[in-house]
């Protein structure tokens, strides 16, 4: 376990987090190095009959220091913007592991991204098709593509994060798919070399993902028998976390359901976890700065609101909140929230917690969609990261100043 409770205080690996929050201040996100390798290994050594790539999906965390942990693991990425293309760079991640998702890639991001040489374009409409085979022309570099089709399976999640069903934006609708994959095989400016899907995240059952996989291998198949070989399989992420009584499969039981589905067709598999990667991997720390009582509700205000951690306000989500240090007080139940202006602004609701102001709080799994979904609303500075292994810990990332905040602005001419 990661994060433990010794001597009645919240441990992240060997050190005491109220150590951390002391030194770096709060609000602040601590990753442990041991439980991003132990969650990233368990995607990477899951046996399968045919060859694997994990490409971690580099929006979950984008954090330098958590792209090179992982790309010194063996990753490679999926990406969703030219921004996302140079972290990983910057972090010593290879182009040639890299595949780049996402409805709206600019012309730009798509040469940049062809320069670097990227294993994969993940394309999703016919429009991104023939603006990918103009741009691959004008720079005389075929470029590899897959299709991202829309399998049209409901991932039983929250509405937000549900992709592939057919009212989304997201991927090429099959009924469509296998004439654009003639267009593109004979392109000369296009090498066919996936298909892609990825149906939301958070998914917690793996009948969504082997209904999507049927529908890819079905497709797979009549492509080949065209005579359209395909080299790789890609099926996205999604695997969820248990944040509070969710039972998700193990990337090890998903990776052999795939794997024993595919069976001998002679194809590299393709996975895109980043949820199941960092999610467990990250607590919050923020401190209580008041307690407030009124007629309907007591309110923990702490210093860390919807700007730090924003999976709450945006889905109602819920995240384990527990208090750093043991404390012989008498609980109550709290909304525990933020200093924004905002209704919205909470990191919990109606939990029972004995408190006092100037505690340290831990919201747990909070290492996906925390920090790189943070904003700088009511011009708050961004909160610092802290990656911790064994007995010591790196500040991955200062806290942001006023000068950080103001960066690029400048008043009126005279
Ligand atoms: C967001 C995203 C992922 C990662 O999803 P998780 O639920 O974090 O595993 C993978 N692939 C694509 C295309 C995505 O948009």
Redesign the pocket.
Same mark, same amino acid.
């Given at each position: 376990m990661a994060f433990a409770r010794r001597d009645g205080e919240l441990h992240a690996e060997q050190v005491p987090l109220s150590a951390i929050a002391r030194e770096v201040g709060t609000p602040c996100y601590v990753y442990s190095r041991a439980a991003l390798t132990a969650r990233f290994r368990a995607w990477r050594d899951a046996p399968a009959a045919q060859p694997k790539l994990i490409c971690y999906?580099v929006? %979950?965390n984008s954090n330098l220091a958590v792209l090179d942990l992982l790309a010194r693991l063996g990753a490679g990425f999926?990406i969703?913007s030219g921004g996302e293309l140079q972290r990983v760079l910057a972090a010593g991640g290879a182009a040639s592991r890299v595949v780049f @998702? /996402?409805v709206g890639k600019t012309p730009q991001e798509m040469a940049e991204a062809l320069a670097a040489g990227i294993r994969c374009f993940?394309v999703e409409s016919a429009a991104e098709l023939e603006v990918l085979e103009e741009v691959a022309a004008e720079r005389r570099r075929p470029a590899p593509v897959a299709l991202?089709v829309n399998p049209d399976v409901d991932p039983a999640t929250h509405p937000y994060?549900a992709?592939g069903l057919r009212a989304h934006k997201f991927g090429i609708e099959l009924e469509g798919a296998f004439d654009l994959y003639r267009r593109a095989a004979a392109s000369p400016h296009l090498r066919v070399v996936g298909l892609a899907c990825?149906i939301g @995240?958070?998914i917690t059952d793996l009948a969504p993902f082997l209904a999507a996989l049927d529908r890819l291998l079905d497709l797979h198949d009549r492509l080949v028998a065209a005579g359209i070989p395909l080299r790789h399989l890609d099926l =996205? /992420? /999604?695997?969820g976390v248990r944040y509070r009584d969710e039972t998700p499969p193990e990337p090890g039981d998903y990776v052999r359901a795939v794997s024993q589905r595919v069976g001998a067709r002679p194809v590299e598999l393709l996975f895109?976890? =980043?949820? @199941?990667v960092v999610a467990g991997a990250g607590v919050f720390l923020t401190r209580v700065l008041y307690l407030k009582r009124t007629a309907e509700r007591n309110f923990a205000i702490v210093d860390g609101a919807m700007n730090d951690l924003l999976r709450p306000a945006l889905y109602d989500a819920w995240m384990a909140v527990e208090a750093v240090s043991d404390a012989p007080r008498e609980a109550d139940r709290y909304d525990v929230v933020g200093p924004v202006c905002e209704s919205g602004d909470f990191l919990a609701r109606d939990r029972l917690l004995a408190l006092a102001p100037g505690d340290l709080l831990a919201v747990r799994d909070a290492g %996906?969609?925390g920090f790189s979904m943070s904003s700088n609303y009511n011009s708050r500075g961004r909160a610092a990261e802290v990656l911790v292994d064994g007995d010591r810990y790196h500040l991955v990332r200062r806290r942001e100043t006023f000068a950080d905040l103001v960066r690029g602005e400048t008043r009126l001419p005279e």
């Open positions: 999906a929006k %979950a999926d969703v @998702s /996402g993940n991202r994060i992709t990825h @995240s958070q =996205g /992420g /999604g695997l895109e976890p =980043g949820r @199941s %996906a969609y």
